[in-house]
C-alpha cells in the first residue's frame, strides 16, 4: 500500500500537455460528433426546402440569418476536418507516417490543410 500513496499525482488537468498528435485524435473524435448532431440541423433544412415551393423560400431566409449560416459552417468545419483526419488515417493504416518523427508532422499538415478547407467553406457560406 505504501507504493500507491507515494507516487505522485497530477489532477490538474490545466498543467497538462498534450502532444499535436492527441490533439488532432480528440478533435477528429469532437468532429464526428459534430457531424451526427450538425446532420439532423442539415437533413431538417432539406426537408424543409423539398417540402414545397415555400418551405424553400423559408429556408433560403433562414440561411440569411447568421445563427444558421454559423451552424451549417460549423458543420462543414467539421466535415472538412474529419474528412482530412479520416484521409491522414487511411494514410498511416497502409504503413506511411507511423513513426515518432513522421506523426506530429502529419497532424499539423492535416490541420493545416482543415483550416484552409474551413476557412474556403466559410467564404462559400457568407
Known amino acids: 500500500m ?26 477528429h473524435r469532437v468532429s464526428g460528433v459534430v457531424l451526427f448532431f450538425g446532420s439532423f440541423v442539415l437533413m431538417a433544412l432539406l426537408g424543409m426546402s423539398l417540402d414545397n415551393e415555400a418551405g424553400f423560400a423559408d429556408v433560403l431566409v433562414l440561411l440569411d440569418n ?8 460549423g458543420v462543414l468545419a467539421a466535415l472538412a476536418y474529419h474528412f482530412v483526419a479520416g484521409l491522414k488515417h487511411l494514410f498511416m493504416d497502409m504503413g506511411y507516417g507511423e513513426t515518432l518523427e513522421s506523426g506530429p508532422i502529419l497532424a499539423k499538415i492535416s490541420m493545416a490543410l482543415a ?9 462559400w457560406v457568407w
Open 115 to 123: 483550416v484552409v478547407l474551413m476557412v474556403l467553406a466559410g467564404v
Open 2 to 27: 505504501a507504493i500507491l500513496r507515494d507516487r505522485p499525482v497530477n489532477l490538474d488537468l490545466t498543467t497538462l500537455r498534450f502532444p499535436i498528435t492527441a490533439i488532432a485524435s480528440i478533435l
Open 66 to 73: 447568421g445563427f444558421i449560416g454559423f451552424i451549417v459552417w
